[in-house]
């Protein structure tokens, strides 16, 4: 589309600097400091670098095919955090969270296919299938056959990956799984609205800036250095529209959406390792997960005040969740550990 309205320029927020003329008065209020100019849209939206929260990033090429898939890395010592986004987002939604993350454990951050830097020969094949052995491939190629203990995380889109990836039961050393705001029933209600959602969004931006100011200012990141870092990635410049667009094309990858989230809860419930469900909100559990978490088959922690981006919105909080998953989990860099028998990497308070 190109309607002239999807281009209209947000309003810069620019306050002209006070006159330097100085004035002798002899007013109580002389010597109040003056307030500190407020900063423009371009300063206070600018993106922010990926090396100020990770350590690295690479290209990790998978053999055999032409896919090549965007990752970065941080932390030295513990088991590996690897976290998988949402649809439209990246491995840099998680790249405050991972800042905090690494002094406890490894993170690892993929962009999935067709999102972020990641290149694949088909990158709109959004299949729940394609998606698994793309991490399983990723995993392999950072580790060889003898990875480190993995928990993985996954983030809506993501976190249907991260529990298809844990009900395979074929990577060995998975300890770990945590799913943040996503549940079976309430995704799978909002599937037909999806592409009225996706319609209604602003398509074009004249800067990464404007970007970064719209997805704050209309709430669906609420943390201004998160999106800094992580919608630049989003986007891709169109030298024919002279704008950025969305890097990724989900409209185009409804037929994949339903197998995202059908039978989620049951597979999430099957998998047999430490299982931790972050939630937005008061979500509505389906019966399936009402009867798992009664039973105590799952940690469920509900976040306030914050909006689907968990990890985004409040990303100290939820790098406190995640390091106090494994910590209660006793989950080391091998496994889990058994006390007495091996030092666990994390003491309790």
């Not at 339903?258 to 430490?274: A, I, M, N, R, T």
């Not at 005040?305 to 080391?332: C, K, M, W, Y």
Request: charge should be negative.
């Amino acid at each position: 589309m190109d309607s002239s309205s999807h281009m209209a320029s947000l309003p810069e927020d620019v306050t002209e600097e006070p006159s330097q003329q100085q004035t002798h008065s002899d007013s109580a209020f002389a010597s109040v400091p003056r307030r500190p100019p407020t900063k423009s849209s371009s300063e206070k939206y600018a993106p922010l670098d990926w090396s100020l929260y990770f350590d690295r990033e690479d290209d990790v090429a998978i053999p055999e095919s032409n896919d090549v898939f965007h990752v970065y890395t941080a932390g030295t010592e513990g088991p590996v955090v690897f976290c998988l986004h949402g649809g439209g987002y990246s491995g840099l939604s998680f790249a405050v969270s991972a800042s905090k993350i690494k002094q406890k454990a490894r993170v690892v951050a993929m962009d999935l296919r067709g999102h972020g830097k990641s290149s694949t020969e088909n990158d709109l094949d959004l299949s729940v299938e394609t998606m698994c052995n793309d991490v399983f491939a990723v995993i392999k190629e950072l580790y060889g056959n003898s990875p480190p203990a993995v928990i993985l995380v996954g983030h809506s889109m993501g976190g249907s990956i991260a529990v298809h990836v844990a009900a395979r039961r074929s990577l060995s050393t998975l300890a770990g799984l945590v799913v943040v705001d996503v549940v079976e029933g309430t995704a799978m209600a909002s599937l037909i609205h999806m592409q009225k959602i996706l319609s209604g969004r602003m398509q074009h931006f004249s800067s990464i800036e404007k970007a970064i100011e719209w997805s704050v200012k209309v709430g669906s990141l609420r943390n201004i250095d998160s999106a800094r870092v992580s919608i630049p990635p989003t986007l891709k410049y169109d030298e024919s529209k002279k704008c950025y667009l969305y890097r990724t094309e989900l409209e185009k990858t409804e037929q994949y959406w339903k197998g995202w989230y059908e039978g989620l809860s049951d597979k999430f419930l099957s998998c047999p390792v430490p299982k931790l469900l972050l939630l937005a909100g008061t979500d509505r559990l389906d019966r399936s997960l009402t009867i798992g978490q009664m039973q105590g088959k799952f940690q469920m922690i509900v976040v306030r005040h914050t909006g689907h981006a968990i990890q985004e919105d409040v990303p100290d909080e939820f790098a406190t969740l995640i390091v106090n998953f494994i910590s209660r989990n006793q989950i080391g860099p091998h496994g889990i550990v058994i006390p007495g028998l091996r030092k666990p990497a994390f003491s309790k308070p």
